[in-house]
């Protein structure tokens, strides 16, 4: 499993490519905002000669979305995630505009799936698993993929930290109980690539992240 990084817009969100031999890649909340850091993306799709085929989103928060735009007109791709999110879509340009002052495009990109907790997905050769974490928002999932030892965590957990709670539709006990049965029953040597921050593993945060 090969997997890049890309740091984009004002609040430092993370936009991760994921792919194996195959080719085939998954996008993993795009955050990109403006020319330069979308021709950064597609310009490394393009050196790598990557296919992207998935456009999965851990949450739909403004700082997540940004690039969903991009993706549809240069690769065709549209937003998978859960249901629960919708609300929280068709909300961000209005977070967005409050926050930031910035304009999203509109119309939204609409949905290919609504994905559910438990699902599987494949790309390439690669199985990724559906976990809904609520708790940051209704509508929260982390992607795990087993065979590599990842997990892409979006806003639920971060390098000694979790997600904040205080926006519409958060919920404090509900993160804890998410992560609790969720992520951190999972392998020690886990990596976990958060939305925001530095990456970790789930040994680490076990032991000593002060939430738990």
Known sequence: MNI???????IGENCFLAWDDSLECAVIDCGALGE?????????IEEN?????????????FDHIFGLHFLHRTYGLQPMYHISEQAVYD??????QNFFGIEMESPLVPAKQYL?????????????????????????????????????SGDTLFQGSIGRTDFPGGSLQA????????????????????GHGPSTTIGYERQYNPYF
């Open 4 to 10: 890049k990084r890309f740091v984009t817009n004002p």
């Open 36 to 44: 330069a850091q979308e021709n950064k993306i597609a310009r490394f």
């Open 49 to 61: 000669q990557l296919h992207p085929v998935l456009a999965l989103q851990t949450h739909m928060h």
């Open 91 to 96: 909300f961000a340009p209005v977070m967005s």
């Open 116 to 152: 559910t907790d438990g699902q599987e997905l494949q790309f390439g050769h690669t199985s990724l698993r559906v976990l809904h974490t609520p708790g940051h928002t209704p509508g929260g999932l982390c992607f795990y993929i087993p065979e590599a030892k990842v997990l892409f």
């Open 175 to 194: 993160l804890i109980d998410g992560i609790q049965t969720k992520i951190l029953t999972l392998p020690d040597d886990v990596t976990v690539y958060p």
